[in-house]
Each structure stands twice: as structure tokens, then as C-alpha cells.
């Protein structure tokens, strides 16, 4: 029997990542302008400990920054361009620091999946780093953010470091084991990539007692597929094509 699932079923990926700079205030300003009431973002820390917001190990895709981004202090990564890539009406968009989106998304009563997102080597430190800002920013919340992680070893280190903090374990194609590898982790629920969910997959993961929620659908026929199979979470880009209040468009 799976426990309440507090979390709504469209979550906006990366903010809303496509129509503003992704992982940025101003791209979850823009999802929630569009009626999205959770948010996916990608966590990692700075040299100095910091945790802010950014998906690649290096900087040069979406800010004017280069190199490895968790090898530069806050103090240098604070002064990035990270909207200029997008678009002229973003530029000087600043990178976001982790606590700041944590106060917009507990402010407005918004859902958070924080994807932990270590630099090479230190997967561990930025399991337990962020974990441990995280249980602190959202001690007196009555929605917790819900950890995710490709990698094993960090919701491990998350885990110990914040045992009260829901995980879910991310997969991109399925491993043998892979409903296992969750369970020993004590996950609530696991992120597949929607190409490997089907009706009698979300059922076994049900089964076993957790919740299964699927990145990245922007397209109305896979996202009509796993809402009849019962899928309990889709992260997607189309934020502007998908009306989380209503059903599937197109």
C-alpha cells in the first residue's frame, strides 16, 4: 500500500526551462505564471559549499562562464551570465543559489524535486551538503521536497544525512535490479525516462510500494499513455503545452 503522495502530477523541468533560462528564479517565475505548482531543479555545490542551481558540469552552455562550475567559489559563479544564452529579454539573469529557490517555492506553497547533481568526485559531500540545507530550509514545511539522484551513492550519502527527507532514485533506460536498487535506498518513488515505463512497469513499481514519475514527456500521446496506466508524476518541458489544472491538450 503506498503511503498519501503529497506532490501534484505535472512538475515544470528545470523551471520552466525552455520558454526562460533553465534552473534559474526567472525560469520558475515563468512556469508558475503558466499555473505550475511544482518544479524540478538540479542542485550542486560551488568549491567553497554553496549549493546552487546548474545541470551541467561545466559552465559554458548557459552562463558566459567556462570550465568546471563546482570548481569556482560563489563569489566568481554569483557574477555570471546565466541568461544571455537564452534570450536578450534574460540577459544578466543571475545563477541561482539553492536557498533562494527554496524560499520563492516555500513562499508560494510550491512542490520541489531537487535532482542532486555532484561534480565529478564529490558525490558524496554533495549528497549530504545539499540534504542537510535542505532538511534545514524546510524544517517547519508541511511538504517536503522530494531528493532525487542518478547515482545511488549520493541518495545514500542523502539519506544519512537527512533520513526524513523523501528520495527517489533516477534511471535512464532500466538495470537489472533496478526496483531494488530503490527499495534498499528506502525511496519513495522512482524517476524513469518515458520511453521505458509501460502500464505493467508503474503497476510493479506500485507494488512494491512506490510512486512512479517519468521525465521528460512533451508530448500529448505519451503523456495520455501513462496518465491511463496511473503514473503519479510528469516532469516536463512544454509547460506552455501541458495546463497542469486540466487535462492532456493537443
Not at 119 to 127: K, L, Q, W
Not at 195 to 222: E, F, K, Q
Amino acid at each position: 500500500m503506498t503511503a498519501p503522495w503529497p506532490y501534484p502530477l505535472w512538475i515544470a523541468h528545470r523551471g520552466a526551462g525552455k520558454l526562460a533560462p533553465e534552473n534559474t528564479l526567472a525560469a520558475f517565475r515563468v512556469g508558475a505564471g503558466h499555473g505550475y505548482r511544482a518544479f524540478e531543479c538540479d542542485v550542486k555545490l560551488s568549491a567553497d559549499g554553496v549549493p546552487f542551481l546548474l545541470h551541467d558540469t561545466t559552465l559554458q552552455r548557459t552562463t558566459d562562464g567556462h570550465g568546471v562550475a563546482g570548481q569556482q567559489p560563489w563569489s566568481e559563479l554569483s557574477r555570471l551570465d546565466a541568461g544571455s544564452w537564452h534570450s536578450r529579454a534574460y540577459a544578466g539573469e543571475p545563477i541561482a543559489r539553492f536557498d533562494a529557490v527554496a524560499r520563492y517555492c516555500l513562499r508560494n506553497g510550491f512542490a520541489l524535486n531537487i535532482e542532486i547533481k555532484p561534480s565529478p568526485g564529490t558525490e558524496d559531500e554533495t549528497g549530504r551538503a545539499v540534504a542537510r540545507e535542505a532538511a534545514r530550509l524546510w524544517a517547519d514545511a508541511a511538504m517536503l521536497p522530494l531528493l532525487s539522484s542518478f547515482q545511488p551513492a549520493v541518495i545514500a550519502a542523502a539519506r544519512a544525512a537527512a533520513p526524513q527527507l523523501p528520495r527517489a532514485l533516477l534511471f535512464e533506460g532500466l538495470r537489472d535490479g533496478w526496483l531494488d536498487e530503490a527499495r534498499a535506498l528506502d525511496c519513495v518513488a522512482v524517476v524513469v525516462d518515458h520511453p521505458s515505463l509501460d502500464a505493467a512497469l508503474i503497476a510493479h513499481v506500485h507494488a512494491a510500494g512506490m510512486r512512479a514519475l517519468t521525465y521528460t514527456v512533451n508530448d500529448p500521446a505519451p503523456a495520455h499513455a501513462l496518465l491511463a496506466a496511473g503514473i503519479d508524476g510528469i516532469v516536463t518541458d512544454a509547460v506552455d503545452r501541458f495546463s497542469p489544472g486540466s487535462a492532456v491538450q493537443g
